[in-house]
Every structure is written in structure tokens, then in C-alpha cells.
């Protein structure tokens, strides 16, 4: 079983939509971090959040520390979000992150 | 302020060579993790280096060995490489030390592509 999953694995939307992808981990944790991955490979950090809600533009994530459940918001999608958006959790114990496996994220104009 | 810096961007190999990738991590960070990312897949934490040590280690054979330099920077070597080594290998700086949730923010490279063929 993995730490860290994420729903849905694939998602396309037509421009203007709104989306939300889900993360749920088993481990205890301290933060939990919004990656977006371009085609090419390069990692960016959206978010890091430890409770309640951020936004950033049109990024919004919420996190629910008791429920080990964190979402991600897109709202007003447009073509250049199309990345993987990947849920990553740094553990209580030890040093390493989980990652969950991503969700790819097509924006169609 | 550069960022997390990799080099090779990209890397073509063949079976049974020896490979060696390498990392510099934003200025201030002290602690680099590596990381293997298969196609379609999540990374996957590989060790983490501080004070030039290997700290912690995940699930992966003894062909993959790294080093970390006394400026922080850091190198991936995997020996014997298998077609199945064939990722997106990136690196990761944190600071250690400092600040309670200091050691919870990553910053990514954007990765060295290793083929093997």
C-alpha cells in the first residue's frame, strides 16, 4: 500500500473548468506539499501546508490534518496548468518524502 | 539565487556502464535527498546525504551510491546499469538545521533524464 495516493490519475478538462484533485496519506505528518511537474521533468512547489487553506492565484489547497486528506483546486483552468500535479508528504519520522503517484492534467482549449 | 542545479540534463548510457550525476543545491541548504522517477510514476526517495554522510536510504540496491562534497553538492553514482535504471533522476536541497519545518521544504532540480539501452 502506498503512503501517499492520489485521485484521479488522468484528468481533462475544457478551459475555464474547475478542478480539484484529492491526496490521502497514512502517515503521520507535520506539512504536506503541491508539486506540479511540466513535461521535461523539472519540479516546482506550489504549496506547502500544514492546516486550513492556501490559495495563490487561481491555486487553492486545503488540507484536513485529522481526516489525512488534502485537496487541490484549480479554478478558471486554462491550457497552461496542463502538468502532473503531485501530492508529497514528509513524514514525522525519518528524512525522506512520500510522493504520491500524480495526476496528469490536460487543460484543452 | 540559483536554485537546485543537475547536471547532466540528459544522459544516454548502455547496459553494464557506470553513471554519475550530480547536484548543487540552492545556496544555504545543507542536506540533499535523490530521488528516482520512473515514467507515469512518483518519485521515489533514493538516500539523502548531510554532513557528507548518507543519512537515510530507500528501497534500492548497492549499485546506486552517492557522495556529498564538503560545499554541499552532491553526486549519484549507480554502477551495472540496468535497462530498468532508465528515469528522471532529481535532486532535492533542504536545510537541516534552523527553523522546526526548515527540514519539510524541498526544492527540486529539474532532474537529469537517464537512458539506458
Known amino acids: 500500500k502506498n503512503e501517499v495516493e492520489q485521485s484521479p490519475q488522468n484528468l481533462t478538462a475544457q478551459e475555464g473548468e474547475f478542478i480539484t484533485i484529492n491526496c490521502s496519506y497514512s502517515?503521520?505528518?507535520?506539512?504536506l506539499h503541491w508539486l506540479q511537474q511540466h513535461p521535461g521533468g523539472g519540479i516546482v512547489s506550489l504549496f506547502m501546508l500544514s492546516s486550513g487553506k492556501k490559495k495563490h492565484g487561481r491555486l487553492i489547497a486545503t488540507i484536513n490534518i485529522q481526516e489525512k486528506h488534502s485537496s487541490l483546486h484549480i479554478t478558471a483552468s486554462h491550457p497552461r496548468d496542463s502538468a502532473v500535479y503531485i501530492c508529497?508528504?514528509?513524514?514525522?519520522?525519518?528524512?525522506?518524502?512520500?510522493f504520491g503517484t500524480g495526476t496528469s492534467l490536460t487543460v484543452i482549449p | 539565487d540559483a536554485g537546485v542545479t543537475q547536471s547532466p540534463t540528459h544522459l544516454i548510457k548502455t547496459r553494464g556502464q557506470q553513471v554519475t550525476l550530480r547536484c548543487s543545491p540552492k545556496?544555504?541548504?545543507?542536506?540533499v535527498s535523490w530521488y528516482q522517477q520512473a515514467l507515469g510514476q512518483g518519485p521515489q526517495f533514493i538516500f539523502q546525504y548531510y554532513e557528507e554522510e548518507e543519512r537515510q536510504r530507500g528501497n534500492f540496491p548497492d549499485r546506486f551510491s552517492g557522495h556529498q562534497f564538503p560545499n554541499y553538492s552532491s553526486e549519484l553514482n549507480v554502477n551495472a546499469l540496468l535497462l530498468g535504471d532508465s528515469a528522471l533522476y532529481l535532486c532535492?536541497?533542504?536545510?537541516?538545521?534552523?527553523?522546526?519545518?526548515?527540514?519539510?521544504?524541498?526544492?527540486f532540480g529539474a532532474g537529469t533524464r537517464l537512458s539506458v539501452l
Open positions: 508529497a508528504v514528509p513524514p514525522n519520522t525519518g528524512n525522506q518524502f512520500y
Open positions: 532535492a536541497s533542504s536545510l537541516t538545521s534552523g527553523r522546526y519545518l526548515a527540514k519539510n521544504i524541498q526544492y
Open positions: 545556496s544555504g541548504h545543507d542536506t
Open positions: 502517515v503521520g505528518i507535520s506539512a
